[in-house]
């Protein structure tokens, strides 16, 4: 993983221990996306995975949760994967005293805060736990030795954002922009381009380490065909983000070189761009593959109150590469602003539209 | 494990950080013990590894340090393992393209500090790595998944002290002291059964999660036989401490009780009693137990800076369990005083004894 021209990828990571802006105190949201996938993921398991193979080769079933950050979500989604495990072996064999032992990697950038997230550990876990530091966009496991990789809104996430739209000279130059949100072409071909070979890297990476018959269940924002990307939910967070930097530069608060500079490293990819990238690998069947809602309804974003929880979510997420690009002082006034233009946002627009990606891969 | 009286075993993990009462600072003299037993510890992967017998079953090596806090001797003392088993690899085959994978597992309590250990893992590292938050006084892996087991200067601790030395009515009672130094033989009774119970479960677990033909390679401060305890390094260590605490207690800085309410949660034990303990196991053969030195000569202690970086390392080392017992106020006091002490501590007594056991064990 190379170093980004305009924030350091280690600085990806949520806002670590538990404070007032915590991604720990701020991700019930990202919640509701693991309990939405929850009745998904278990028959993703009862249906798909063959315990059988998988306890031919060993005793032990090793899960990971790819960019678990810090919790309490990653805990949730273990424990319903380990416990629709353990209904599937009940269902396939008889013996339930030879139950089979579980081994949890919680996988993470290496900025993020692992103390929080061990201290945190349930203490009545019934699986052996460990962290590891590391990109996803890479090897994390030796080869062969994972059975079921898990992750949540992680995979949108790009190693950098693409270097080309620093180069004054070029046509993806994202002048006066931090995202894709109303840029020329060249500028979303750039995103889709660095997507497309983060992904490939990823998968590349998660076949190797899983064993054959192995499950991989991922849900992350995805882009709806057809609706622009600036009237999905990322696309409007996003947006009012550089709405709000914009208004510093205008106020003479942050210069506009440094906005200019500044892309955020992430990319909303559609059904039918995973979809490709999945069958270029080869190694995957595609079990499922379906746009969902993100768990969260109009009753729940229709108010002020959510729409603050949004901004408190954002800012637990962004928070750390935002100060290292623009310095610490103007981080209380930029999201004081984001937070009012959150509360003219239409939140309406928001539940009717199915915005992630569910996926479920099987390792040939 | 449970809870002490006492101290919160939490709390027994080095100070994290990278400050200058940090672990990471002040840990070289460990150092000097990861060093002198790099070259027994190659001898022992040469002469005693079977790696055709490891490899049969998996096609990757597991190895785990256990406490192996914060860094850097940790490191060192993987790079070194992992060395050693290429050479044997090298030495057993022929074809070195399909050369095993290493996993390396860095274990010590939760409360140690995993964000600073993650974020000084060498760069160029030849291993896949994960933390693992825990006590060694218990399972940490599933059943058969390590091949190596490496521990230095970490089996001294206990899970706790002995809850008899607390009470008053006990002819444990360990009233007046911090550690079982010129204490009556119940208290260091009291203590070599609490150790001997936490080895016990120590073997167990180790033993579960060994894979059979698998190696554990241990060094820790041990008990010369025939050698006053206050006479070897540790116990001098922990008597001029207590010596520094009643101190403050004589001038009324701490109360009586306080002190008797403190105790060390270490035991030095003597090569005989490991031996014994190891063979109530019976999971083990032991292919090497003997006394050496901790790699500190004479040239290194006999000087005032040297007196000083010791003096440091026991804070770094044991400061967070006496601020949770004795206050925050008194400790730069109470380390002024034991470095005063310290200074009139005839060092020369120490470099000529063996105070370290060195134990390599074959699972069966």
């Given amino acids: 993983m190379g170093a ?6 280690e ?3 949520m806002n670590g221990g538990d404070g007032r802006f915590s991604y720990a105190k701020n991700s019930f949201l990202q919640g509701h996306s693991v309990n939405a996938s929850k009745e998904k993921i278990g ?8 315990l059988k193979i998988l306890l031919s080769t060993s005793k032990t079933i090793r899960i990971v949760d790819v960019g678990c950050s810090v919790g309490p979500n990653t805990f949730l989604a273990i424990q319903n994967i380990i416990e629709s495990i353990e209904r599937k072996y009940q269902a396939q064999y008889l013996n339930i005293n030879q139950k089979p032992e579980f081994q949890v990697f919680f996988n ?5 805060d692992f103390n929080t997230l061990f201290s945190s550990l349930p203490p009545n876990r019934q699986y052996f736990a460990a962290g590891v530091p590391g990109s996803f966009h890479g090897r994390l496991f030796p080869e062969g030795s994972i059975h079921f990789f898990y992750s949540c809104i992680a995979l949108h996430i790009l190693s950098k954002a693409p270097e080309e739209l620093l180069d004054k ?3 993806s130059w994202n002048k006066g922009r931090i995202h894709y949100i109303n840029a020329p072409d060249e500028v979303v071909n750039a995103y889709a381009t660095q997507y497309a070979k983060g992904i490939e890297i990823f998968l590349d990476a998660r076949a190797k380490e899983m064993v054959s018959g192995g499950m991989a269940v991922m849900s ?3 882009n709806p065909t057809g609706i622009p990307y600036s009237q999905t939910f990322t696309g409007a967070m996003f947006e009012l983000l550089e709405s709000s930097l914009l208004d510093l530069v205008k106020e003479g608060k942050i210069s506009e070189a440094q906005v200019d500079s500044f892309n955020l490293p992430m990319y909303v990819p559609s059904l039918e761009e995973m979809m490709e990238l999945v069958q270029k690998n080869g190694c995957f069947d595609i079990e499922k593959m379906e746009l969902t809602s993100p768990g969260v309804h109009a ?3 229709n108010t002020s109150s959510m729409g603050k929880a949004i901004v408190m979510h954002v800012r637990a997420g962004m928070e750390r590469m ?9 981080i209380d006034e930029l999201f004081n602003r984001y937070a009012k233009k959150f509360e003219e946002f239409p939140h309406h627009v928001l539940p009717s539209k199915k915005v992630q990606l569910f996926v479920v891969l099987k390792r040939k």
């Fill in 11 to 13: 600085l990806y990571a």
């Fill in 108 to 112: 993470d950038l290496t900025s993020n």
């Fill in 43 to 50: 028959e993703a398991i009862a249906e798909k995975l063959d």
């Fill in 299 to 301: 009753s729940m974003t």
């Fill in 169 to 171: 000279n070029s046509p």
């Fill in 220 to 222: 992350f924002p995805a």
């Fill in 4 to 9: 980004s021209a305009t924030t350091t990828p």
């Fill in 322 to 330: 935002l100060i290292q690009h623009f310095g610490s002082e103007i």
